[in-house]
């Protein structure tokens, strides 16, 4: 059962750093003070997530990353869908 989780620090357990690390082998994932913060889980096991980091009142989002062997598009636009429901729902813009 696949569910997304959207919050500002770090959801459940794990940083969104450390998720990333997990998801895609790389560390070199910054945490930015002023962002949000989808996780993608799957029967509770973080399998993807997903950044929106704002500016004023302009968002962006970015990092979208699943592991490989749950890797669809659909679920990379659920994660998607769920950043895009909190910008509106906060009032933000998308940054061109």
């Known amino acids: 059962m696949f569910k997304v989780e959207v919050g500002k620090g770090p959801l459940m357990f794990m940083s969104y750093s450390r998720i990333m690390k997990e998801v895609t082998g790389d ?5 930015i003070k002023d962002s949000y913060y989808a996780i993608l889980y799957d ?13 004023d009142t302009l968002y962006i ?3 979208i990353k699943i592991f490989k062997d ?8 659920d994660i998607s869908n769920q950043l895009l429901k909190k910008a509106k729902s906060i009032g933000l813009e998308e940054k061109n």
């Open 61 to 63: 989002i970015d990092n």
């Open 70 to 77: 749950f890797s669809t598009q659909g679920l990379i636009e």
């Open 27 to 31: 560390a070199q994932i910054e945490e």
């Open 43 to 55: 029967f509770g096991m973080p399998i993807g997530c997903g950044r929106m980091k704002i500016e």
